[in-house]
């Protein structure tokens, strides 16, 4: 990892601050999610590696808040992104079960991430993109392995 410990200093545009608070948002539903789903499958796999997602994202998320505090009651900054991705991941959380639940949160992982992606690239500060960008490589390797496992498993249907 890059040394940040110039960034706790640096001070935020409101714009960053805002799409980072989306990106807040949105990798504390990723942790949630996961979690959730990693105590509700059957299969030890699965648990290994939806309990993994939920560590990464929350790895992100505590991240993130390093840099910009505690998150504010209501900070009226949310995008239409990260309530969307809110909604998606509770209604695949209840309007699923079993193999379905599994390959929608997985869908929903997805479009996570590519959003939280695409906040980056709006962030006006680079040097703090850049340190952020290396945690969304570790989160994109543990979906990408989580797939490969359930894959190799044949746990999802192809």
């Known amino acids: 990892m890059?040394?940040?410990?110039?960034?706790?200093?640096?001070?935020?545009?409101?714009?960053?601050?805002?799409l980072i608070y989306d990106m807040i948002s949105?990798?504390?539903d990723g942790f949630f999610?996961?979690?959730?789903?990693?105590?509700?499958?059957?299969?030890?796999?699965?648990?290994h590696g939806f309990k993994k997602l939920s560590n990464l994202f929350r790895r992100l998320a505590d991240?993130?808040?390093?840099?910009?505090?505690?998150?504010?009651?209501?900070?009226?900054l949310m995008t239409q992104d990260a309530?969307?991705?809110?909604s998606e991941y509770l209604a695949a959380l209840s309007a699923n079960t079993g193999q379905d639940l599994v390959n929608r949160v997985?869908?929903?992982n997805e479009q996570g991430l590519?959003?939280?992606?695409a906040l980056l690239r709006q962030l006006g500060d680079k040097v703090f993109a850049n340190i952020i960008a290396d945690y969304l490589v570790?989160?994109?390797?543990?979906?990408?392995?989580?797939?490969?496992?359930r894959s190799n498993a044949k746990v999802i249907q192809r």
Not at 5 to 15: D, E, H, I, M, P
Not at 63 to 76: A, I, P
């Open 83 to 86: 309530g969307r991705i809110t």
């Open 33 to 47: 999610a996961n979690v959730t789903l990693s105590e509700q499958v059957d299969n030890t796999l699965d648990k």
């Open 106 to 108: 997985m869908l929903v």
């Open 63 to 76: 991240r993130l808040l390093s840099f910009v505090g505690n998150v504010l009651e209501d900070s009226k």
């Open 2 to 18: 890059i040394n940040d410990r110039g960034l706790a200093t640096r001070s935020l545009s409101n714009k960053d601050t805002g």
């Open 138 to 149: 570790f989160l994109r390797r543990g979906l990408d392995n989580v797939k490969q496992w």
């Open 114 to 117: 590519k959003r939280i992606e």
């Open 26 to 28: 949105m990798c504390f």
